[in-house]
């Protein structure tokens, strides 16, 4: 189904989801010192939460943790004539489960000293699917 403000074709949440398991690299949109702020991560999917590493003692650390965050991810031709977007909102939370919290980590650093898991659990997710049509 279209949507009515010109971004394409909505997706549902099973679609949105899909998606998401496509990428690795996201944007945490978080507040840090009352004002807003974005970082990409390199991020999975673990069931329906979106799961990322991040330094301990770093702002998105600080900002994101046991707050409500968005998260965004998108994949676009060069052309920027198809693609697709995936926002989320959540509320961000450690990630325990040390098994999966080492796939998340797709960072190519070697240590993993100093660092944290979050997970964004779905809680509203929404999408669109773009292309520009035959001519």
């Known amino acids: 189904?279209?949507?009515?403000?010109?971004?394409?074709l909505l997706l549902d949440r099973a679609q949105c989801l899909a998606l998401l398991r496509t990428a690795s690299l996201g944007r945490?949109?978080?507040t840090h010192r009352a004002m807003p702020a974005v970082r990409p991560v390199r991020f999975t999917v673990v069931g329906?939460?979106?799961v990322f590493a991040v330094?301990?003692?770093?702002?998105?650390?600080?900002?994101?943790?046991?707050?409500?965050?968005?998260?965004?991810?998108d994949d676009f031709a060069d052309d920027l004539g198809a693609?697709?977007?995936?926002?989320?909102?959540?509320?961000?939370?450690?990630?325990?489960?040390?098994?999966?919290?080492?796939?998340a980590c797709l960072c190519p650093c070697s240590s993993r000293a100093g660092r944290?898991?979050?997970?964004?659990?779905?809680?509203?997710?929404?999408?669109h699917r773009m292309a520009c049509p035959a001519e």
Request: charged letters at 20%; glycine letters at 12%.
């Open 48 to 50: 329906e939460s979106v």
């Open 1 to 8: 189904m279209a949507d009515d403000v010109g971004f394409g």
């Open 28 to 30: 945490v949109i978080f």
């Open 83 to 103: 693609g697709w977007f995936v926002s989320l909102l959540g509320r961000a939370g450690e990630f325990r489960d040390s098994s999966a919290a080492e796939i």
């Open 55 to 73: 330094p301990e003692g770093s702002p998105l650390y600080a900002g994101a943790r046991d707050a409500v965050v968005a998260f965004e991810a």
């Open 116 to 127: 944290r898991f979050l997970q964004i659990p779905v809680e509203a997710i929404t999408g």
